[in-house]
């Protein structure tokens, strides 16, 4: 993808701004936003030599908790070691939003953890289904930290960077495809005349005037074989900017501001692991022998499994994306949001204006007072907005765009 910063004289200012400057400015985000995380880690880096790991308020994953729970005198210790195991088991299952005592068939043969009764006991209930149901309330709470982790580096590592990219790759299209159509169909290049008539400014008259006759008829021999060629695709190259930018300004709202604010959401739910730790449970267990099955219940108390890191990894720890981090890109995309609304509103704006300038007469007189086919127009209008009225002056006084409507002078204000 190339972008050239000289501005052709077949464009004008809104479509050089459309596939040079906005393609430039998405494409320096798209780098920007591939490095802030890089940054931030080493900033979160140099910031934990100095700071403790509990100082830290980002999203971490959930760690392992283990039970100790107070078992019957008749237990032997392979009988504790399994019920503090099992127990442990639900407990972990709970926080990942799964109720482990809610599977099984008739016999529901899986440890299930809940909470403390709440007391006093609703007595409007007197059946006993019903007192258990408030004696019993499972503990599941729905915690999906690393998902939400996962998700969240995977939308700054690689999808932000990655659409804004594509943004700016789409942004190109529309001149990318204008330019090779006219160099398939043919017809006027009003950049290569406009170019030479301007380069023509700087000889004597006599030279200036002849200069800008063989252009005209240059430009006059291409109009007769179509007289709508350039014009039809020029406005081909409007339409498909503005249809461009309206398609990207909801790319942003929906695959990235959207996401943000969800991902913003999630991380602001995180929870802090240490108040899971410590908490007293019910976890009630069958077990089976012979053709019965007893159910145990047990008083648990559940800690977090302290894992020791190596020391070899301890210098290469991957932090998690903070809620700040997010916010700034929240603020990157308005940013994105608002520029793409401001030029879908330039862009339609401009389209309409020149399908006036090529349809109505009364701008076509406004450039000259010739009888001019649509191509003739198109090339005398952007020679006045990028060559100056000498240029027209010059190119309409030599006939051969258009037959005259009455007087050969222009009137240019």
């Keep these: 993808m190339s972008c050239s ?16 400057w906005s393609v430039l400015f998405l494409v320096c985000l ?3 936003t591939w490095l802030l995380p ?20 980002g999203c971490r994953p959930m760690p392992k908790f283990r039970a100790k729970c107070w078992c019957p005198a008749q237990f032997t210790a392979s009988m504790v070691a399994y019920t503090q195991a099992a127990c442990g088991g639900a407990y972990n299952l709970a926080l990942q939003g799964i109720d482990p005592g809610s599977q099984g068939g008739e016999a529901k043969l899986f440890a299930g953890v809940y909470e403390p009764p709440k007391f006093p006991v609703d007595h409007s209930k007197t059946d006993f289904l019903s007192l258990e149901g408030q004696l019993k309330v499972p503990f599941v709470d729905n915690i999906k930290t690393q998902v939400k982790l996962d998700n969240a580096r995977h939308f700054i590592y690689v999808k932000t960077p990655f659409v804004l990219f594509l943004l700016a ?7 990318v495809v204008w330019t090779l159509l006219s160099s398939l169909v043919g017809g006027i290049n009003i950049d290569q005349t406009l170019t030479s008539a301007k380069a023509g400014s700087r000889l ?28 039809l695709l020029y406005l081909l190259l409007k339409v ?4 461009t930018v309206i398609a990207e300004v909801f790319i942003v709202y929906d695959a990235l501001f959207s996401q943000a604010q969800s991902l913003d959401e999630d991380l602001s739910r995180c929870t802090d692991s240490s108040q899971y730790s410590g908490k007293l449970l019910f976890c009630d267990m069958p077990v089976r022998t012979l053709h019965q099955v007893h159910s145990f219940t047990f008083q648990c108390i559940f800690h977090a499994e302290q894992e020791e890191m190596p020391s070899s990894s301890k210098d290469h720890v991957v932090f998690s994306p903070s809620r700040g981090l997010i916010q700034l890109y929240e603020t990157i995309f308005l940013i994105v949001q608002t520029y793409l609304i401001v030029l879908t509103v330039v862009s339609v704006s401009s389209f309409l204006v020149w399908l006036i300038k090529l349809v109505s007469p009364c701008w076509k007189t406004a450039v000259s007072d010739l009888d001019l086919p649509l191509d003739a ?29 009455g007087n050969e002078s222009i009137a240019l204000n």
């Design 30 to 32: 798209a780098i920007l």
């Design 169 to 175: 790759v789409c942004l190109k299209i529309p001149h």
């Design 377 to 405: 127009c198109l090339l005398l209008q952007k020679a006045y907005e990028n060559a100056g009225p000498e240029v027209v002056r010059g190119l309409s006084l030599s006939g051969a765009l258009g037959k005259s409507g």
């Design 5 to 20: 910063f000289r501005r052709s004289l077949a464009e004008d200012k809104i479509d050089h701004c459309h596939h040079t």
């Design 204 to 231: 004597d008259h006599e030279s200036r005037r002849q200069l800008y006759r063989d252009l005209a008829v240059a430009a006059a021999e291409n109009v007769r074989v179509c007289s709508w060629r350039a014009s």
């Design 240 to 243: 498909l900017m503005c249809v």
């Design 38 to 57: 890089l940054c931030y880690n080493i900033h979160s880096h140099n910031l934990s030599k100095s700071k403790p790991q509990e100082e830290f308020s």
